[in-house]
């Protein structure tokens, strides 16, 4: 499966809402698909599985949504420590790739 | 609390041989699949491999099969990554992660803090 997210960089302001896509080139069994959130110099954190669980301890301003090959992540009223790189990833079917990831930039 | 520790990462000229090991601690290591993941300087995620409870079941990405073996020792806790016939697009830093849960092997919710591997003459 090819993992295609959009846009490649997102130019918003802290209170803002930012949406960030991603599209499989096949249907994602199961709906296993991830986000991660990965900042300079640190290791990928998930944010949300199975297309719309969020992990325990991330602020409900993340939350996923989507199925099938066309899944979604919305971040409401970004705060300055959200500026990151986000990642999508499917999980049904080894091996298990990542999409190229979007920018989240002030 | 768990713990994931990288280490062996380093310069090695092409065609040359590293291995990788990741110290696991904090968890029930024999009940996880555990997973290599890299990232090549400035670019995205790429998921090398996985290996199942028991080392029996074993996944790669296309790009290295063959070439990266990954194995576990579930008596030292840790799992590693044979890299040989090594090219100059294996550099990057590699992670070690274990899932979220265990259901779903490919939900990295741990992660090591990497190791980084650059391969050069």
């Known amino acids: 499966i090819v993992l295609t997210q959009s846009p490649g960089t997102l130019s918003l302001s802290p209170g803002e809402r930012a949406t960030l896509s991603c599209r499989a080139s096949?249907?994602?069994?199961?709906?296993?698909l991830g986000w991660y959130q990965q900042k300079p110099g640190q290791p990928p954190r998930l944010l949300i599985y199975d297309a719309s669980s969020r992990v325990t301890g991330i602020p409900d301003r993340f939350s996923g949504s989507g199925s099938g090959t066309d899944f979604t992540l919305t971040i409401s009223g970004l705060e300055p420590e959200d500026f990151a790189v986000y990642y999508c990833?499917?999980?049904?079917?080894?091996?298990?790739?990542f999409g190229p990831g979007t920018k989240l930039e002030i | 609390e768990v713990r994931l520790v990288e280490s062996g990462g380093g310069l090695v000229p092409p065609g040359g041989s590293l291995r990788l090991s990741c110290a696991a601690s904090g968890f029930s290591f024999t009940s996880y699949w555990m997973t290599w993941v890299r990232q090549a300087p400035g670019k995205g995620l790429e998921w090398v491999a996985n290996i199942g409870q028991d080392g029996s079941d074993k996944y790669y990405v296309a790009s290295v099969n063959g070439r990266f073996t990954i194995s576990r020792d579930n008596a030292k806790n840790s799992v590693y990554l044979q890299m040989n016939s090594l090219r100059g697009e294996d550099t990057a830093v590699y992670y070690c992660?274990?899932?979220?849960?265990?259901?779903?092997?490919?939900?990295?919710?741990?992660w090591g803090q990497g190791t980084l591997v650059t391969v050069s003459s």
């Open positions: 096949q249907s994602v069994s199961y709906n296993y």
């Open positions: 992660a274990r899932p979220y849960d265990i259901p779903a092997p490919g939900r990295l919710g741990y």
């Open positions: 990833q499917h999980y049904g079917n080894s091996p298990y790739t």
